[in-house]
């Protein structure tokens, strides 16, 4: 992957997870503030916090190819620094009272579901191409037999 | 070494001759560069000398410095470096897919995804080949025809 195609992926993620994030603030709002009333600053959130949390992303970029091991330390790492990332801008409501922990479980556990499904998304994308290249491979040997 | 080439008819067949006083590494590289130009490669397996057809060659694969030409059946040890092969077969369809290895895209049955970035290229004949990371560019390249 060459730095341009790395940089159009982190777009990629960070718009999927903008959807995500929509999607995650709007289940668990429901669930936990249902009553909350929400500015139009409020919209800039999922955009922030999807920005700030493809940043870790980066650490998943190697100019050198790397080994299995190296591959897997980085994504543990990636995920690891957006959990930390999400745990400090999201901070519980006032009237929250003793669910404290519920809430940073339920949140933690958001991140956990938004990154695998994101780590899914590259996977299957990755699975489209190598489809699309096994198809362009067949149509050049059917053309050189 | 000196060279002579001599102009001859259309009608007549184009041969090489070398005149050496012994057959060393330099005049068998000479010899494995002509016939790789003509489409076949020589390589060594049991100690005996091989004429390989290209067209029948998956990969070719350098380890510590020595090459390897794989078909079907046999493995080959080739003199030749990867780079000159590279350069010699990159006409027949043989792509660089990693630092040591020279893929036949005629050969390759499927490609599928692996971890960490690479591509995997599943042979005819069972065998799976790395595509790294860095070669995958080349890759869309050459199946787009721009190779």
Redesign the interface.
């Known amino acids: 992957m060459t730095f341009r195609e790395f940089i159009l992926s982190r777009v990629q993620l960070f718009f999927f997870l903008v959807t995500l994030i929509l999607a995650a603030s709007a289940i668990l709002g429901g669930i936990l503030m249902p009553e909350k009333e929400l500015h139009y600053y409020h919209l800039f959130s999922p955009f922030i916090i999807a920005g700030l949390c493809t940043l870790p992303s980066c650490v998943t970029y190697f100019r050198r190819e790397p080994t299995l091991k190296q591959y897997i330390f980085r994504l543990v790492t990636q995920f690891l620094l957006t959990e930390g990332v999400v745990m400090l801008l999201i901070s519980p409501p006032d009237n929250i009272g003793d669910n404290r922990m519920l809430f940073y479980f339920l949140l933690g556990g958001a991140v956990l579901i938004i990154y695998v499904l994101a780590t899914l998304m590259m996977w299957y994308q990755k699975y489209l191409q190598s489809r699309q290249f096994t198809q362009q491979l067949k149509k050049l040997q059917a053309s050189e037999n | 070494m000196q060279t002579k080439i001599t102009r001859i008819q259309r009608n007549q067949p184009e041969f090489l001759e070398i005149h050496c006083h012994t057959v060393n590494d330099e005049v068998r590289e000479i010899i494995a560069f002509v016939k790789s130009r003509q489409g076949q490669l020589t390589g060594t397996a049991d100690d005996r000398l091989y004429e390989i057809a290209v067209s029948d060659i998956f990969y070719i694969e350098s380890v510590d410095n020595k090459g390897f030409i794989y078909t079907k059946e046999k493995v080959y040890e080739t003199r030749q470096k990867l780079y000159e092969l590279e350069e010699i077969l990159k006409e027949k369809?043989f792509l660089r897919v990693s630092k040591s290895t020279l893929l036949n895209?005629?050969k390759?049955n499927?490609?599928?995804?692996a971890?960490?970035?690479?591509?995997i290229a599943v042979l005819y004949s069972g065998e799976q080949v790395v595509i790294?990371?860095?070669y995958?560019?080349e890759?869309?390249k050459a199946?787009?025809?721009d190779h």
């Open positions: 369809h895209l005629m390759v499927a490609i599928k995804p971890l960490n970035s690479r591509f790294s990371r860095k995958v560019s890759l869309r199946l787009k025809g």
